[in-house]
């Protein structure tokens, strides 16, 4: 069964919420590289949970996001 846009947005916005308190642990831990990648998938995850929040559900991820590209 799938899920409704908004049951998406918030499971998309819970994790970029652990991703986000995972950077700042490693953070203190001096463990910057760790950190920034934590931060961008933190990143990316909230902007999936705004557009899902929004009603753009349109394909999220792979390398054509939303249909785009030459074709």
Do not use: V
């Not at 899920?3 to 970029?16: G, L, N, V």
């Not at 919420?17 to 760790?34: I, N, W």
């Not at 934590?38 to 349109?58: C, D, P, T, V």
């Amino acid at each position: 069964m799938r899920r409704s846009p908004k049951e998406e947005a918030e499971r998309w916005w819970r994790q970029a919420l652990h991703d986000y308190e995972d950077a700042q642990f490693c953070f203190q831990g001096k463990r910057y590289h760790l950190t920034c990648f934590l931060a961008q998938q933190s990143a990316e995850r909230a902007l999936k949970a705004f557009l899902y929040s929004r009603g753009i559900s349109g394909h999220l991820g792979g390398s054509r996001p939303f249909g785009g590209g030459a074709g």
